[in-house]
T-cell receptor, first 109, second 114 residues
Framework: GQNIDQPTEMTATEGAIVQINCTYQ??????LFWYQQHAGEAPTFLSY????GLEEKGRFSSFLSRSKGYSYLLLKELQMKDSASYLC??????????FGTGTRLQVFP | GAGVSQSPSNKVTEKGKDVELRCDPI?????LYWYRQRLGQGLEFLIY????????KSGLPSDRFSAERTGESVSTLTIQRTQQEDSAVYLC????????????FGPGTRLTVL
């Protein structure tokens, strides 16, 4: 089977750094995605990891450890517009994504 | 360029009625996915298409749910005899089916079953 765990909610202050963790158990692992979803909108792609290590993209970075079944999304220099849900999704084999329930991040001034 | 579009954006129906939801993927994207998202919850995989074939229907919750895709383009998700628990946002995504396989999501159809 598959299981993906993320914290339900997190809060942080504008300008700070926040790390959102995701742990997973799945067979046929073939990559991990992070998506951002603002309330009432569709998810948008943030990052993709298939090899161990850190992928950096501007203010956002994503890390993967396949042996530990663990990933995190790091958001730096937080802005108010970063308030959203962050969805961790694992790709099984070569096709579908299995999504976690998402982490709702609230950024305060 | 045009993204994934879905129609209708909102649908209110009475319990027991059938509904049809439409998805127009990005042109040239061979893979198409349907997800359901209940209020405050994550995305629940329903079905995916590679071309016009559906290799994985494992997420369809019951035989009231069906989907088809034609011309390797538009897809329709049909829910028969709707129930209140079917109320959710139904999201469609398409992908170019390369190694990267990033999925591009449409705006969703919000279905409310009274």
């Amino acid at each position: 089977g598959q299981n993906i765990d993320q914290p339900t909610e997190m809060t942080a202050t504008e300008g700070a750094i926040v790390q959102i963790n995701c742990t997973y158990q799945t067979s046929g692992f073939n990559g991990l995605f992070w998506y951002q979803q603002h309330a009432g909108e569709a998810p948008t792609f943030l990052s993709y990891n298939v090899l161990d290590g850190l992928e950096e993209k501007g203010r956002f970075s994503s890390f993967l450890s396949r042996s530990k079944g663990y990933s995190y999304l790091l958001l730096k220099e937080l802005q108010m517009k970063d308030s959203a849900s962050y969805l961790c999704a694992v790709r099984r084999n070569t096709d579908k994504l299995i999504f976690g329930t998402g982490t709702r991040l609230q950024v305060f001034p | 360029g045009a993204g994934v579009s879905q129609s209708p954006s909102n649908k209110v129906t009475e319990k027991g009625k059938d509904v049809e939801l439409r998805c127009d993927p990005i042109s040239g994207h061979t893979a198409l996915y349907w997800y359901r998202q209940r209020l405050g919850q994550g995305l629940e995989f329903l079905i995916y298409f590679q071309g016009n074939s559906a290799p994985d229907k494992s997420g369809l919750p019951s035989d009231r749910f069906s989907a088809e895709r034609t011309g390797e383009s538009v897809s329709t998700l049909t829910i028969q005899r709707t129930q209140q628990e079917d109320s959710a946002v139904y999201l469609c995504a398409s992908s170019p089916w390369d190694y990267y396989n990033e999925q591009f999501f449409g705006p969703g159809t919000r279905l409310t079953v009274l």
